[in-house]
C-alpha cells in the first residue's frame, strides 16, 4: 500500500456481501450502494435510505425504562409546587439539554418554581457535584433534574438523598458493565433493563423525550416539539452521537429543517448571526460553527450564558449577548493555538504509544481548551493524546483517542491513580493529582500496548472508488440523501484515480489554498480545493494522481457549482 503525500495509508470501508446484495437490489447505483453497505447493517439498508425522517420517527418516549416513575416525580413536584433546580454539563450536549427540558417544564406547568445551574469548569469541574447537591438543598430544593451528567456521580446523588432532595438523572454516558445510583430515578438507555430502541441517544435526546412525554396531549404538541428540535439537532450533532440510527436521523434532518425555516427567538437569531448563518445551515455548521460558539462560552466564562442569550427575547439585549459570545470564542481560538504549538513542541520528544504532555494553568495551560489540543495532538501524532492542566496538587486533562482506543477504558486502566474521570469512547476528561501524571502516563501507554494496535502512521477511510465522469449533479444529489453527517455517517469520501490536475493554482490571502480542475470525460472540468497543502503543488503538477475526497456543493454569490473537496492525493501507480 503506497502512502500518500501526507503519508496517509488509504483504505476502502469493508462492507458485508449482503448489506452490498441488498443495496444494489434497490435500484442503486455501485457507488451509492457501497457507500449505504459501508454505514447499515443489511436489514436497515431500505429502510435509511428511503424513509425520510418524520415526526414518527421519534420512539414512543414510554418505552424508556423508567420514563413512567420519571414523569409521576416531575408532576408530583409541579402538583405539590415543590421547586425544581436543572443541572446540566457545560458543554452543548449539557446546555441544549437545560433549554429542552426548561421550556418543557415552563409549557407543561405554567409558573411553577423552575430554576437552573451549569457548573463552572474552572471553579466545579466536570459532573453532578456534592456541592451542587448541597446548594440545591440549602436553596429549598425538592427535585433535582440533571442532564448529560449524574449517571457516574453516585456519591452526589447519595448525598442529595440524605438532604431531602429526590434526583431525576437524564445522561447517556453509562459504560458497559456500570452500574446506575440505585437511589435516583435514571433516564438512560444504556443501562441494564433498558429497551429503548435507540441507544445512542445524547443527552438533549434523553431531554426531548421527557418533553415529548411531558406535552402529551396537547393541542400544540408538534409545533413546540418541532421548536425543540432546533435545540435537540445542535446537540445530537456537536456529541458527536452516531448518526446512523434512523431517530438520531430524524433528530437532526427534522430540526435543521426548523432551523432553516424559522422564525427564531431574539436570542437563537442572534447566535445564527454571529456564526454567519443568515443563508442556508448544514449539519456540518451545526459541529463547526454553532457548536463551538456555545461550547466557548462554557470553556473560557460561564455556559450559564448561552442560556441567557437562547431565552432572550428582546433583540437589542440578545445582539450584544451573542457579540459575548463571539468575543468568548476569539479568545477561545487564541488559547488554543498558543496551546497547540506549545503541546506540540512538547511532543517531539514524546516517544510512548500515548501522548500525554502537562503544563501549569498560571503558564497558560488553560483547562478550557485541553480537550481541543488533545484532539489536535491526535491527529499529529496519530496516537491517542491527554493534555493536561495543573493547578496546584491536582491537574484537570482530558483525552481524544486514536483508532482502536476507548478512552474510557484507557481511564480505567488507571482508576485507582484518579480522582474522577468520564467521557465517551473517543474523548475523555478526569481529574488526576499532580504527583500521580507519570505514573498516568505510564498506565495508559501500557493500556494502549495490551489492548490496542495503534499505528503511528495515519490512514484514512474511503467508501467507493469512482470514474471521474461519474462525478456529476445526479451522484452529489443521490450522496446527500444519506445525510445528515456527521459521527458514525460521515460525509461520503470517494477515490478518483490516475488524474492529471489541470490549472493548479494557489488562492487566499497566505496562498496556501490549492485550487485545481479535475477532468472530466464528455464534461467540463470540475473544481477541487485541497486547504493547507500549497507545499505539495509541484508534486499535483509532475504527473497522474490518485484524489480522496467529498463531492460538495459550492455557493458563491447565490451561484451553485459542484466541488472536489480534497482530503488527500497520493502519487498514481503504473
Not at 447499515?40 to 413512567?68: K, Q, Y
Not at 420519571?70 to 457545560?90: M, S, V
Not at 454516558?173 to 452500574?179: C, F, K, R, T, V
Request: one cysteine or more.
Amino acid at each position: 500500500m503506497t502512502p500518500s503525500m501526507t503519508g496517509a495509508l488509504w483504505e476502502r470501508t469493508i462492507v458485508t456481501d449482503e448489506a452490498l446484495t441488498n443495496a444494489r437490489e434497490q435500484g442503486l447505483s455501485e457507488v451509492m450502494s457501497r457507500c449505504v453497505a459501508s454505514r447499515w447493517a443489511p436489514e436497515e439498508v431500505s429502510r435509511t435510505v428511503f424513509e425520510p425522517p418524520t415526526l414518527d420517527h421519534l420512539h414512543n418516549p414510554h418505552d424508556m425504562h423508567n420514563m413512567g416513575p420519571a414523569l409521576d416525580r416531575l408532576r408530583k413536584a409541579t402538583h405539590d409546587g415543590e421547586p425544581i433546580r436543572i443541572i446540566t454539563d457545560y458543554d452543548v450536549d449539557g446546555t441544549t439539554s437545560s433549554l429542552i427540558l426548561q421550556a418543557a417544564l415552563s409549557l407543561s406547568a405554567p409558573g411553577h418554581t423552575l430554576d437552573y445551574h451549569i457548573p463552572n469548569r474552572l471553579t466545579e469541574g466536570y459532573g453532578f457535584s456534592v456541592q451542587a447537591a448541597e446548594k440545591a438543598a440549602a436553596a429549598g430544593i425538592k427535585l433535582i433534574v440533571t442532564a448529560d451528567i449524574g449517571v457516574r456521580d453516585h456519591a452526589a446523588v447519595h448525598r442529595a438523598r440524605e438532604l431531602g432532595v429526590d434526583v431525576l438523572i437524564c445522561d447517556h454516558h453509562l459504560p458497559a458493565g456500570e452500574s446506575v445510583p440505585s437511589d435516583a430515578i435514571v433516564l438512560c438507555p444504556p443501562q441494564m433493563d433498558c429497551d429503548y430502541p435507540n441507544a445512542h441517544l445524547a443527552a438533549c435526546g434523553v431531554s426531548l423525550k421527557v418533553a415529548q412525554a411531558l406535552l402529551e396531549g396537547r393541542a400544540n404538541a408538534d409545533r413546540i416539539t418541532k421548536s425543540l428540535l432546533k435545540l435537540a439537532a445542535i446537540g445530537t450533532v456537536a456529541d458527536m452521537v452516531p448518526l446512523t440510527s434512523l431517530e438520531n436521523r430524524a433528530i437532526v434532518t427534522l430540526g435543521l429543517a426548523e432551523l432553516n425555516r424559522g422564525p427564531h427567538s431574539a436570542g437563537l437569531a442572534a447566535l445564527l448571526n454571529v456564526a454567519g448563518l443568515a443563508d442556508h445551515i448544514a449539519a456540518s455548521d451545526l459541529g463547526f460553527r454553532i457548536g463551538p460558539r456555545i461550547n466557548a462560552a462554557g470553556r473560557v466564562a460561564d455556559a450559564s450564558l448561552i442560556v441567557r442569550l437562547l431565552t432572550c427575547r428582546d433583540p437589542e439585549q440578545a445582539k450584544a449577548l451573542a457579540e459575548q459570545v463571539e468575543q468568548h470564542n476569539r479568545d477561545r481560538r487564541e488559547l488554543q493555538d498558543t496551546l497547540i504549538k506549545r503541546a506540540s513542541d512538547q511532543l517531539g520528544s514524546d516517544a510512548g504509544s500515548f501522548v500525554v504532555v502537562a503544563g501549569h494553568e498560571n503558564d497558560g495551560w488553560h483547562r478550557g481548551v485541553v480537550g481541543i489540543v488533545a484532539a489536535k495532538l491526535k491527529d499529529q501524532s496519530h496516537r491517542s493524546a491527554a493534555v493536561i492542566s495543573i493547578q496546584g496538587d491536582h491537574a484537570v486533562g482530558s483525552i481524544r483517542s486514536a483508532r482502536g482506543v476507548h478512552a474510557v477504558k484507557a481511564l480505567e486502566s488507571a482508576e485507582d491513580l484518579l480522582v474522577r474521570f468520564g467521557g465517551h469512547p473517543a474523548a475523555a476528561g478526569f481529574t488526576v493529582p499532580t504527583a500521580n501524571i507519570d505514573a498516568l502516563r505510564e498506565r495508559l501507554c501500557a493500556y494502549v500496548d495490551a489492548n490496542a494496535s495503534e499505528s503511528l502512521v495515519a490512514r484514512r477511510t474511503y467508501d467507493a472508488d469512482v470514474d471521474a465522469g461519474e462525478l456529476t449533479d445526479t451522484l452529489h444529489s443521490d450522496l446527500e440523501s444519506l445525510g445528515p453527517f456527521g459521527q458514525g455517517n460521515p460525509s461520503p469520501r470517494l477515490v478518483i484515480t490516475n488524474v492529471r490536475a489541470q490549472r493548479v493554482s494557489l488562492l487566499g490571502a497566505a496562498q496556501k489554498m490549492v485550487k485545481f480542475r479535475i477532468p472530466r470525460p464528455g464534461r467540463d472540468g470540475l473544481d477541487a480545493i485541497w486547504w493547507d497543502k500549497a507545499e505539495h503543488v509541484p508534486a499535483l503538477n509532475s504527473g497522474p494522481v490518485d484524489i480522496l475526497g467529498t463531492l460538495t456543493e459550492n455557493i458563491y454569490r447565490g451561484r451553485r457549482s459542484l466541488q472536489m473537496r480534497v482530503s488527500d492525493v497520493r502519487v498514481s501507480q503504473p
